[in-house]
């Protein structure tokens, strides 16, 4: 054979090994400073976040989060 496939377990051609500079993705969203509450949300809205989170694969819990976030913020001006 004239071209065989290559291995990709092996290195092709010259290879300069990088050390790792990325964080961890723990460290990539920033902490918020939060506090937990327990509230009680109609099955309609839960239902309606955790799909929407499913769709743009986030948290349904961050997004209510970010939500209440913006209100506030706007409500404080």
């Not at 790792?20 to 990539?28: G, K, M, T, V, Y």
């Not at 955790?50 to 989060?65: D, F, L, P, T, W």
Request: no cysteine; charged share 30%.
């Amino acid at each position: 054979m004239k071209n065989p496939t290559p291995n990709p377990a092996e290195p092709m051609g010259n290879v300069t090994i990088v050390e790792d500079f990325l964080r961890p993705s723990e460290q990539l969203v920033p902490k918020k400073n939060t506090v937990k509450v327990t509230m009680e949300f109609t099955k309609e809205s839960i239902e309606f976040f955790k799909r929407e989170a499913q769709r743009h694969n986030a948290s349904y819990q961050a997004m209510i989060r970010n939500l209440v976030d913006i209100y506030a913020k706007k409500q404080q001006r």
